[in-house]
């Protein structure tokens, strides 16, 4: 089954852009204002979406190329217990960047093992064509993100 992917050119440099992926305050700007980030390959980030959580170890932080996530934890409130509240453990969210011909960046994202037999695939889908598409890429090109309001 296929991944989810993602492809985007940002009229941005590409610091700014790999910034957006590692620096908490941008990180607050396009995905979700509550979320505490660490910035070193070992280390984990967590991400919140109310009563949703994600805890993401830093698999590879190259400087200006590649973001590379592992969630090792998601928790997720619900009230039907057939409900599956772990199905991003294990999944990977890479991020790689490079400069383009116009000097803008160009990124390709993949959420490997975000496929359709996933319960959540279709609301996943949903978000980060939003997050990734409108809210990452405004954000960085005029600062105009709308990341999740988390409480």
Known sequence: MENYKCQLS???PIQEVYA????QEKLKGWWTTRCEIHTQAGEESTFHFDKTS???KNEKLITNQEV???CVSHEFETEDPDTKTDEWIG???EFKIKENDKKWTDLSFEHKG???ALECYKNCVSSWDHFLKTSLKH????RKGQPF???
């Open 20 to 23: 957006a992926l590692t620096h």
């Open 91 to 93: 999944t990977e969210i």
């Open 68 to 70: 590379l996530w592992k």
């Open 10 to 12: 940002i009229d941005a």
């Open 149 to 151: 309001l988390s409480k």
């Open 139 to 142: 954000f960085v090109e005029a």
């Open 54 to 56: 994600f805890v993401m």
């Open 114 to 116: 975000m496929t359709p």
